[in-house]
């Protein structure tokens, strides 16, 4: 049987005669020779979120900037927001496609954080909902698309706005479960969720003292268990060094994978006990997701200061041979996706 690996979806940036160019990097790892697509934006995509149900369509949001827009297979539609607010890099669209969710804070409100509504077809915005926090930042729909899980970054020093997880009925805007980050030195970045299992990886709190250590951290909640920040062991919680960035869960192997880039490691955690499997060692590791079909790891990371992008055998943890060299992958995740077949690329999406 032919492997089903997907479609590599990621922020990319490259020079080019002494330009920064920004872009989409696409990469079918099923093609013969996987080769790398690049559509250029004039900011740095940081999270992608498809169409549920035009292939093909998908938003894309920049981190702490006005910067989003609709990206067909041929077109670009800017998604504007307010001048009070800025978009926090996530989204989300409803089940149906209907009703596009961002994630934004209002800058002169201390960075109170709104979930934003737009109409999936004319964009107009609909309302916004509270996400109960502030600075946030990654959000993830759950429960059939009527609840959504925002990571809420928190206030600076830790003082009484700590980074927190927020379950937000949709239908209601009203809180469900509120799940705060059990160290005060740590705020709520990336999520990712599987089977009522929860991890979270974090960058240190905005305002601590340059004395202490500024690393980052992984949390994580096993099903019917408290979300816990792991403390240990040293040669992992070490290499933490400044922000953790991306997560995945493999819910078959029971595995959470998180990258730390500036400690030029990816950590890999058994989900249901918390306990350290492995520490793996590229250079500069920055997004990290499951292959379509559960067969591998994709792990973005620097090869002789070049981006690239490395399959990681789950059972030995250990490169599998196929590599993409450059991947120009260099934003902070990955989405996999199928490919589109004939029809769905020359669809326009005006």
Not at 57 to 71: I, M, R, S, V, Y
Not at 162 to 170: C, K, N, T
Not at 179 to 204: M, Q, W
Request: charged share 20%; glycine share 12%.
């Amino acid at each position: 049987m032919e492997r089903a690996r997907g479609v590599v979806l990621g922020g990319g940036s490259f020079l080019q005669a002494g330009q920064a160019h920004r872009c989409l990097v696409r990469i079918d790892l099923d093609a013969p020779t996987p080769a790398v697509e690049r559509v250029l934006l004039p900011f740095l995509p940081h999270g992608v979120s498809p169409h549920p149900t035009r292939p093909g369509l998908l938003a894309t949001f920049e981190k702490k900037g006005p910067g989003a827009a609709l990206l067909g297979p041929s077109s670009l539609t800017p998604l504007p927001t307010t001048p009070a607010r800025q978009f926090y890099g996530h989204g989300a669209w409803s089940a149906d496609g209907a009703t596009l969710f961002s994630v934004e804070s209002i800058v002169d409100r201390s960075f109170r954080g709104v979930l934003v509504a737009r109409d999936g077809a004319s964009l107009q915005e609909l309302g916004e909902i509270h996400t109960y926090g502030t600075s946030p930042h990654d959000c993830h729909l759950i429960e059939g698309g009527s609840v959504m899980v925002v990571a809420n970054g928190g206030g600076p020093h830790g003082g009484d706005d700590p980074g927190s997880v927020a379950w937000i009925e949709l239908s209601s805007g009203k809180l469900l479960e509120r799940c705060p980050i059990d160290d005060p030195r740590f705020n709520a970045g990336h999520l990712a969720l599987a089977g009522g299992a929860l991890a979270v990886v974090s960058a240190p709190r905005d305002g601590l003292p340059a004395h202490l250590p500024q690393r980052g951290a992984v949390s994580l909640r096993p099903p019917g268990k408290p979300l816990r920040t792991l403390q240990g062991p040293a040669r992992a919680v070490e290499r933490m060094v400044g922000e953790s960035l991306s997560v995945a869960i493999d819910p078959g192997r029971d595995l959470v994978l998180a990258t730390h880039p500036l400690g030029d490691a990816v950590t890999v955690w058994k989900l249901s006990t918390s306990k350290l499997v492995e520490v793996l060692e590229p250079t500069g590791p920055r997004g990290v997701a499951v292959a379509l079909d559960g067969r591998s790891y994709l792990i973005a990371h620097l090869q002789g200061g070049v981006p690239q992008l490395t399959e990681i055998d789950p059972d030995t943890l250990r490169p599998t041979g196929l590599r993409v060299n450059p991947s120009y992958l260099t934003g902070s995740h990955l989405l996999v996706q199928r490919p589109l077949d004939h029809a769905e690329r020359s669809e326009h999406t005006s």
